[in-house]
């Protein structure tokens, strides 16, 4: 089984920075596609980025440019770099992994993902 633990959440102003860690327990970190997922009051959970065993990301429209996935695989840890953050981000992050060694590619549908972190959150203020 594979255990995620997601850090680095925090109440920050518009305009600010935050760094997430996601740190994976478990065998095959390395050949998993993974991807940070959030979850404001009253709204889906949506995918904001993914990455895949090669390092490829994708990211969801609203936050290219502002956030930056990416992993270190000798840390079996998983990070979402975001900036500028407005508080339309404000909303519970989650870091998800696919099953290890399985054909995958970079993605963002939360279905897509059989196993979860239990959140980190984010609170951006105006």
């Known amino acids: 089984q594979v255990q995620l633990v997601e850090s680095g959440g925090g109440s920050v102003q518009a305009g600010g920075f935050l760094r997430l860690s996601c740190v994976v327990s478990?065998?095959?970190?390395?050949?998993?596609?993974m991807a940070w997922l959030r979850q404001a009051p009253g709204k889906e959970r949506e995918g904001v980025a993914g990455i895949d065993k090669s390092g490829v990301t994708t990211y969801t429209d609203s936050v290219k440019g502002r956030f930056t996935i990416s992993k270190d695989n000798a840390k079996n840890t998983l990070y979402l770099q975001i900036s500028s953050l407005k508080p339309e981000d404000t909303a519970m992050y989650y870091c998800?992994?696919?099953?290890?060694?399985?054909?995958?590619?970079?993605?963002?549908?939360?279905?897509?993902?059989?196993?979860w972190g239990r959140g980190t959150q984010v609170t951006v203020s105006s």
């Open positions: 478990g065998t095959g970190h390395s050949s998993r596609c």
């Open positions: 998800a992994a696919d099953g290890a060694y399985r054909i995958c590619y970079a993605r963002l549908t939360p279905a897509d993902y059989p196993y």
